[in-house]
């Protein structure tokens, strides 16, 4: 859901577009491969006439998949028309859009939590009544996430965490770009009032080497006010091979106290949009007890399954939590699949 300025550096490019990506869905990853697999059988020499036509018309999975596509843009663009003319008359084509569109669909498994299958969606809308520099967000996702701004890579979907089934939340705000902040005000699940300032800098320290800062400072009545900050450090080591290190930490008045989370991962370019990642994780609270309440290792393979727009990976992991001093140090194995579209 971060919105990063276009990278000259393609390998640095993989790693941000890693951040924001969701997992492809097992079910739309067999349907392709019998999309594949029946193109393989089709007659040898099939007649001008039979060829032509059938040029005319889609694959059947193909067509499902463009109408799919076609119908969530059309009513994310009808909703936008609809909420901008309450604003002026200005017509919504004169600077109007729907921008960073998200379907996905996740499907978890966990050894130690059992299984879960979730569905997210988000969008940002620029909407020309309201201001040239504003713009409207909209969306479902994980609640808590969503208000602490946590980076992607280090959200509990991310993270092969089940969490609650709760968790998931609509949520809509208005946003506003000033240079390098970012203000927004919005409602989530409840619905319940949310702020936010972000602050965000980035530095070339080579060709090689990027730093990434931001923080965001947010309010919520049951948070009070609370702060995270996230720092990246990236570093290429050829055109198809990149690491990342990447810390969080976010405290709130209500708790008074720290938690964190680190991501150490290397990622390998195999083709375009084809990345292949080993990431090690670790997770700490304070004044919880123990060191790390949380760590572990996850192996991703992520690659497109139709077109640029729909992505898909699968994620294997393995992690050892114990989240206090009471509890002992258990391991689990844990495998993610899912699907995220781009509208």
């Known amino acids: 859901m971060q919105e990063c300025p276009p990278d000259p550096n393609p390998v640095f490019a993989m790693t941000r577009q890693l ?8 079910l739309a990853m067999a349907c392709a491969a019998v999309q594949v697999s029946a193109a393989a059988e089709a007659p040898a020499a099939p007649r001008p006439q039979a060829q032509a036509a059938a040029a005319r018309e889609p694959a059947p999975v193909a067509g499902s998949l463009e109408s799919t596509r076609h119908a969530v843009r059309s009513s994310a663009l009808w909703l936008a028309r ?20 998200r379907l996905s669909l996740d499907l978890l498994h966990r050894q130690d939590e059992g299984s879960k299958v979730t569905l997210r969606f988000n969008a940002r809308w620029r909407l020309p009544n309201i201001e040239r520099n504003a713009y409207l967000l909209v969306g479902r996702d994980n609640e808590r996430e969503v208000v602490t701004d946590s980076p992607g890579a280090l959200s509990t979907q991310q993270r092969l965490v089940i969490g609650r089934a709760d968790e998931q939340k609509f949520f809509a705000g208005v946003g506003v770009l000033l240079d390098a902040f970012d203000l927004r005000l919005g409602l989530r699940g409840g619905p319940k009032l949310y702020a936010q300032a972000r602050y965000r800098k980035a530095w070339e320290l080579s060709d090689a080497d990027r730093l990434d800062f931001r923080e965001t400072v947010f309010w919520t009545q049951d948070d009070r006010v609370g702060s995270t900050t996230a720092l990246s450090y990236e570093h290429a080591w050829s055109s198809t091979w990149a690491m990342r290190w990447l810390n969080a930490a976010t405290i709130t008045q209500r708790t008074g106290k720290f938690e964190w989370s680190s991501v150490l991962g290397a990622y390998k370019l195999m083709g375009t949009d084809r990345v292949l990642s080993l990431e090690a994780l670790a997770l700490g609270q304070q004044d919880s007890g123990v060191d790390l309440t949380d760590y572990g290792l996850r192996l991703r393979w992520q690659q497109p399954v139709y077109k640029d727009w729909l992505v898909g990976d699968v994620i ?14 258990t391991s689990a194995w844990a495998v993610g699949a899912g699907l995220m579209m781009k509208f």
């Not at 017509?91 to 859009?97: H, K, N």
């Open 19 to 26: 951040q924001s990506l969701a997992r492809p869905s097992i």
């Open 82 to 101: 609809h909420l901008d003319s309450w604003f002026g008359d200005t017509p919504f084509e004169e600077g109007g859009s729907v921008r960073d569109g």
């Open 316 to 329: 294997v992991g393995h992690f050892w939590p114990r989240p206090d001093a009471a509890s002992i140090r």
